[in-house]
């Protein structure tokens, strides 16, 4: 600061003084009038003294400098902070969801031990691996599958085996190795037409897959989506999909044949569609004649993805004999359908272990287009060792 006196013969001049001087900025310490001395001041009228003050130019840019470089660092130091504060935030969390893992292993075991002193079915010695198979086995694995699944687990030494976390992800991670990552349709607009066709037995839900993932792919990502149904065994199968497709404003092509098919593939890529769906008609795996049909319209789909719908309330049995019928006709992967009508998630291990098919929806209720997921390995698996939670 630096301060400079102006003098003048009013209040306001000398103000005005200041402010031609030393611009707006500077600050007025004192007013006061001076009474003018010596000789002739009698004759004379008094004068104002202004004092002001004021900050030379580099001080004034070096303060500012100053000024910003705090607020940055204010402002940096406040981005660490929440940087720091959300690193610990995660690491809590992670670790809350392995302590909470742990104790709910910790728990299942308790009460595993107390069934098997009951029943005796001992079938390894190590607890944990032996609540595994209890947990597998009552989901529906078949006890042959939850041994395989185990093989690696058990063959650990037994000091390690009292790691509980190192069995548990030793486990975790063979039964996700098995389901493979989801292979979903992508939600992106490609070059070509992509085609999809749902196949399956009669009543598992084909057609309203394609209307959940018709609703999806077009409400959600902006694609072009055509619909093609050759379910033309019922009249009521082809009303249903074009209740679907009216609701979305789609249209539905119906092919009564093969013939009819080649008629329509061309102007329906000329349409300029991302995706098309083909519904077809539930076939019985048993009935020859009927499931060479089918193959003879896979065959006019060019590069098609097959989807084989299978309901989880089918008993497992059936549903080898039928993934095991359609793959003589054709590769696909798997939707499953109608998790909400069961508990038990082992049947998707089982077909996934037994034929090696990737995974692509899990349907969860009847809902267009709200219940249906993408078949996560790591919500499968967590569902599947009865630890839950959510899929993170
Ligand atoms: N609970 C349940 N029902 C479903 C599911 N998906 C479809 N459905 C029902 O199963 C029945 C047959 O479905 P539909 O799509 O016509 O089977 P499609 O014959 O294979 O085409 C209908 O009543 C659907 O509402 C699901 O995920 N859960
Ligand atoms: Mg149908």
Redesign the pocket.
Known sequence: MRIKKFEARTEQEAIEKVKNELGLDALILNIRKTKPRGLFSLFRKPMVEVTAAYEDKEAKQKRMEEQQAAATKEVMEAKEAKLAQERIHSLEKKLQTQEDLLAKLMSQLSIAEQMNQTYGLRKYDNRLIQLFYDTLVDQGVTPEIAEKVLEDANSIDDETKIDIELVSKIVYNTIIRILGPAQPIEPVKTKRTRFIVFM?P????????IAKISSILMLYHNLKVGLITA?TYRIA?IE?LKTYAEILGLDVDVIYNSQDLENHLDPIIDEENDVVLI?TA?RSHRNRENFKELGELLALVPDSTKLL?LSLTTKYEDLLSIANAYSTLTDFMLVF?????TLCLGSILNICYLTGKKLTYI????NVPD?IEIAHPETITKALLGIGGDAS
Request: charged content about 30%; some cysteine.
């Open positions: 399956g009669t009543g598992v839900g084909k057609t309203t897959t379910d199968a249903q519904d539930g719908c359908t109608k998790l909400d009508e349907t969860n209720g009847q219940d």
